[in-house]
């Protein structure tokens, strides 16, 4: 039943991303607000669901972006996998590892979507992806780390009190 | 008579005659005088009694100030938001009367007007999401333009919404002609949503501010609608064409509302295609 709360909350992220984020350009690049969030949920030691998360959140931007859903899904499923490891390595750095999980994943993020979309055909030039988008997006993405951690870690401990934790 | 008998008599006489003089007028300087005193008290005791007043019933007016300020300011802050409103809805007006006069001076297609209501997620795509679908009879493959120009083409439809793929997307590729010019090139989008035009043949020359049109060719866009301007031509030797960069008529960072041309069908042209044997 805890997992329900993912529907109406990646879903406002989504639409978040669709409408207002996508808009906060720098240069072409812009913030992934679905993926810092599941970063963050998925870094959280109390959750255990971060996986459905993922799935929950690839299937809800599939319906909406353009971008290829093996992509979506491969990338998303990879920054859980990243996240998890990390929380179980370095839980004394929590932000440590929120920086971490949100700069491999946005680099394996945007490289895989570089690859696909090339590999498929449309006319990718590597510099201009570097310098125009993987790196404005690295910034801003970095930059809504923390205060997107702060909120999913009060979220977590609301969905998972602890005391029943224990 | 005795004496006071005479006391009577003199103040009778005394009364009498300040009253015969009185009535006379001869005390009208004297009386003056006393009622300019008296008014001077009066007004004296009258401004301290106010000044009294006022300090006492003082804290009670500031605090029906303050009460009177809130709502004022209340009223103030719900004005400014019917102002707000008021210049989006006018704003709004704008567009739709610029957009219906398009329409009315190219009566040759019949148009579909929706809200852009979002954008694709991934900074390497160049979408917009647009609030009619199937149940308005949108259809795949629909030209999507705006008074000023062509935007893009509808990509993917559900029953309410459409996904529209935008000139400037990197896989956007539109046949266009160069009026001036007299020759059809290809127009590009990129991943910085730039337009630029290739296929320019060697041997045309291209001037900076032609205007840019879709020729129809390919069967994916009606002819004859402004892509843009020639911003700059580049031209080497050694290559096949001549390439160069566009100004977009659209200003796709400030799309509100589109109009999707809905009585064109793309004409699917890849089985007339030769196909080369192995």
């Given at each position: 039943?805890?997992?329900?709360?993912?529907?109406?909350?990646?879903?406002?992220?989504?639409?978040?991303?669709?409408?207002?984020?996508?808009?906060i350009?720098?240069l072409?690049g812009?913030?992934?607000?679905p993926?810092i969030m599941l970063?963050a949920?998925?870094?959280?030691?109390?959750?255990?669901?971060?996986?459905h998360?993922?799935?929950?959140c690839?299937?809800?931007?599939?319906?909406?972006s353009?971008l290829?859903?093996p992509?979506l899904?491969i990338?998303?499923?990879a920054?859980?996998?990243?996240?998890?490891?990390l929380?179980k390595r370095?839980w004394?750095?929590p932000?440590?590892?929120?920086?971490?999980?949100?700069?491999t994943?946005?680099?394996f993020?945007q490289?895989?979507?570089f690859?696909?979309?090339?590999?498929?055909?449309?006319?990718?030039?590597?510099?201009?992806?570097?310098?125009?988008?993987?790196?404005?997006?690295?910034?801003l993405?970095?930059?809504?780390a923390?205060p997107?951690?702060?909120f999913?870690?009060?979220?977590?401990?609301?969905?998972?009190?602890?005391?029943?934790h224990e | 008579?005795?004496?006071?008998?005479?006391?009577?008599?003199?103040?009778?006489?005394v009364?009498?005659?300040?009253l015969?003089?009185a009535?006379?007028?001869?005390?009208g300087?004297a009386s003056?005088?006393?009622?300019?005193?008296?008014i001077?008290v009066q007004?004296w005791?009258?401004?301290r009694?106010?000044?009294?007043?006022?300090?006492?019933?003082?804290?009670?007016?500031?605090v029906?100030?303050?009460?009177?300020?809130?709502?004022?300011?209340?009223q103030?802050?719900?004005?400014q938001?019917?102002?707000?409103?008021l210049?989006q809805?006018t704003s709004?007006?704008?567009?739709?009367?610029?957009?219906?006069?398009?329409?009315?001076s190219?009566?040759?297609n019949?148009?579909?007007?929706?809200?852009?209501?979002g954008?694709?997620?991934?900074?390497?795509l160049?979408?917009?999401?647009?609030?009619?679908?199937s149940?308005?009879d949108?259809?795949?493959?629909m030209p999507?333009?705006?008074?000023?120009?062509?935007v893009?083409?509808v990509?993917?439809?559900?029953a309410?919404a459409?996904?529209?793929?935008?000139?400037?997307?990197p896989?956007?590729?539109v046949n266009?002609?160069?009026?001036n010019?007299?020759?059809?090139?290809?127009?590009l989008?990129?991943?910085?949503?730039?337009?630029?035009?290739?296929?320019?043949?060697?041997?045309?020359?291209?001037?900076?501010g032609d205007?840019?049109?879709?020729?129809?060719?390919?069967?994916g866009?009606?002819?004859?609608i402004?892509?843009g301007?020639?911003?700059?031509?580049?031209?080497?030797?050694?290559e096949?064409f001549?390439?160069?960069?566009v100004?977009?008529?659209v200003?796709?960072?400030?799309l509100?509302?589109?109009?999707v041309?809905?009585?064109?069908?793309?004409?699917e042209i890849?089985?007339?295609?030769?196909q080369?044997?192995?």
């Open positions: 039943m805890r997992n329900l709360i993912a529907f109406p909350l990646l879903g406002l992220a989504v639409i978040l991303q669709s409408s207002v984020v996508s808009q350009k720098l072409s812009y913030a992934d607000l993926l970063a949920w998925a870094l959280q030691e109390r959750v255990k669901s971060a996986w998360w993922a799935v929950i690839c299937a809800m931007l599939s319906f909406v353009a290829p859903w992509v899904v990338s998303y499923l920054i859980v996998f990243v996240a998890q490891a929380q370095i004394q750095a932000l440590l590892a929120m920086f971490s999980v949100t700069f994943g946005t680099l993020m490289l895989f979507s690859i696909t979309l090339r590999v498929l055909g449309t006319s990718l030039k590597f510099g201009d992806v570097v310098g125009s988008v993987t790196l404005p997006s690295l910034l993405n970095m930059l809504f923390i997107i951690y702060s999913m870690r009060d979220l977590a401990q609301w969905v998972y009190p602890l005391e029943e | 008579m005795n004496s006071r008998s005479l006391q009577t008599t003199i103040v009778i006489l009364v009498g005659g300040i015969a003089l009535l006379g007028g001869y005390f300087s003056r005088q006393f009622d300019l005193v008296l001077e007004t005791i009258s401004s009694f106010l000044g009294f007043q006022e300090f006492f019933t003082a804290p009670r007016d500031i029906s100030l303050r009460n009177r300020n809130a709502e004022l300011e209340a103030v802050s719900q004005l938001t019917q102002v707000i409103e210049q809805l709004k007006t704008e567009i739709l009367a610029a957009l219906v006069d398009f329409a009315s190219n009566p040759e019949t148009y579909k007007a929706a809200s852009v209501i954008r694709d997620p991934s900074p390497f160049h979408y917009i999401i647009i609030n009619r679908g149940n308005s949108i259809r795949r493959g999507v333009v705006t008074n000023q120009g062509l893009g083409r990509d993917a439809v559900i309410d459409a996904r529209v793929q935008l000139i400037t997307d896989a956007s590729s266009c002609f160069l009026q010019a007299g020759t059809n090139a290809n127009a989008g990129s991943v910085t949503g730039d337009v630029t035009l290739d296929m320019i043949s060697q041997d045309v020359t291209v001037q900076s205007l840019i049109l879709t020729s129809g060719l390919g069967g866009y009606p002819a004859d402004p892509i301007q020639v911003v700059t031509l580049r031209t080497l030797e050694f096949l001549q390439q160069a960069t100004q977009p008529a200003d796709f960072a400030r509100s509302i589109v109009l041309i809905t009585n064109f069908h793309p004409v890849a089985p007339l295609v030769p080369t044997s192995p």
